[in-house]
């Protein structure tokens, strides 16, 4: 049995795209059972409400015993935990159904079977539920493992992308170095705590998150060292204070910008030019802004993969609620990552 199948076949019960979909398997229901010709006594409305009432009661009901029981019957494998999930389900039901038809009968409402009946409205309530809860549970499994799939794919294809930068990053950064290791021991000594520095950040990359601080210190770590290399011809233009230093992001997300705009903009001006991040809130909104000149001849981005590769992992962290923009024009060159803002109470 697979980790995806021991783990994860049995979905939140608790959680609101689950929930919802049972309101709307009970409303069914409840229609079908308002609809039934052997209930003309009443009208069809009032026999609608009565039905929605009691199958979305026992739908909560339902989902509140499944969502209890749910690390219990994860640990079962898959067919026994699925069978015994499903008993659950029917116990629940027809359980629920005795305790409305005492609780009817004891008020004399006369809603439910007549008297003498009870046996045969809970079984008739406990086979409709063996049915349904079959055919819900099965489309339910099927969804869990379809979403822990593309969840595994995304995340794959997230590593892949972020494994292959790293070389890119490294040559340059050495390179840097050995320029430095003759003339500026020194500073070539610093340079390398700040790569050993970036690269255990690189390294711990892949589970844990990190703050949006952390990769702001990252950041000058990487600028200190370019700025080694290239001297005056990279100027600094940083607006960052109004960014919520207690963020969690995923590592190395905007490093790989301030790279590029250093490495295809401002190292190949023949005078250099000034690298600009500016950092603010709007709104609900982390908005980090980078801006950087290039020669006429390189408007377009020659930055495709660093570019892919940050998008993929705002996509694959934040889904919608965060974006890349880029905007490329003659001479210049911007991009614009804006993430939500989870510090926000």
């Known amino acids: 049995m697979s980790e995806t199948e021991k783990h994860r076949w049995l979905p939140q ?16 229901v409840a ?22 009432v009691f199958v979305q009661w026992l739908a909560l009901l339902n ?52 008297v003498g009946a009870g046996w045969r409205f809970c079984l008739g309530n406990a086979a409709i539920c063996a049915l349904i809860a079959a055919a819900l549970l099965r489309y339910l499994y099927i969804r869990e493992l379809w979403q822990e799939r593309v969840h595994a794919a995304a995340k794959a294809q ?8 790293r070389p890119h990053f490294l040559f340059n950064s050495m390179n840097t170095i050995a320029s430095l290791i003759r003339k500026r021991p020194r500073d ?45 011809r990279l100027k600094l233009d940083l607006d960052l204070d109004a960014l919520p230093r207690e963020l969690p992001l995923p590592p190395l997300l905007l490093q790989p910008l301030v790279e590029n705009a250093v490495y295809h903009g401002i190292q190949r001006m023949p005078d250099g030019g000034t690298l600009r991040v500016r950092g603010a809130r709007r709104g609900d909104l982390v908005e980090i802004v980078v801006h950087n000149p290039v020669v006429e001849d390189a408007a377009h981005p020659r930055n495709v993969h660093a570019l892919a590769n940050v998008r993929a992992r705002i996509e694959y962290h934040f889904g919608a609620r965060g974006e ?20 926000r109470k």
């Open 13 to 28: 019960f608790c959680s609101m795209p689950t929930l919802f979909a049972l309101m709307v398997v009970a409303e069914i």
């Open 31 to 52: 229609l079908v059972i308002a609809m039934a010709p052997d209930r003309a006594s009443r009208s069809w409305l009032g026999e609608l409400a009565i039905a929605s």
């Open 63 to 114: 989902a509140v015993v499944l969502c209890s029981s749910r690390e219990s019957l994860q640990r079962l494998p898959v067919r026994t935990g699925f069978v015994l999930a499903w008993l659950l389900a029917v116990v629940t039901t027809a359980l629920g159904s005795a305790v409305v038809y005492s609780m009817d009968h004891a008020l004399g409402f006369g809603l439910t079977a007549p």
């Open 158 to 165: 997230v590593d892949a992308l972020q494994a292959r930068i």
């Open 188 to 232: 070539a000594e610093r340079a390398v705590e700040d790569l050993s520095d970036l690269f255990r950040a690189a390294l711990g990359a892949r589970e844990t998150l990190a703050t949006l601080g952390e990769e702001l210190d990252l950041i000058g770590q990487y600028l200190r060292i370019e700025s080694l290399r290239l001297g005056d």
């Open 324 to 343: 890349l923009l880029v905007q490329p024009q003659h001479g210049e060159f911007t991009v614009t990552v804006r993430l939500p803002d989870g510090t």
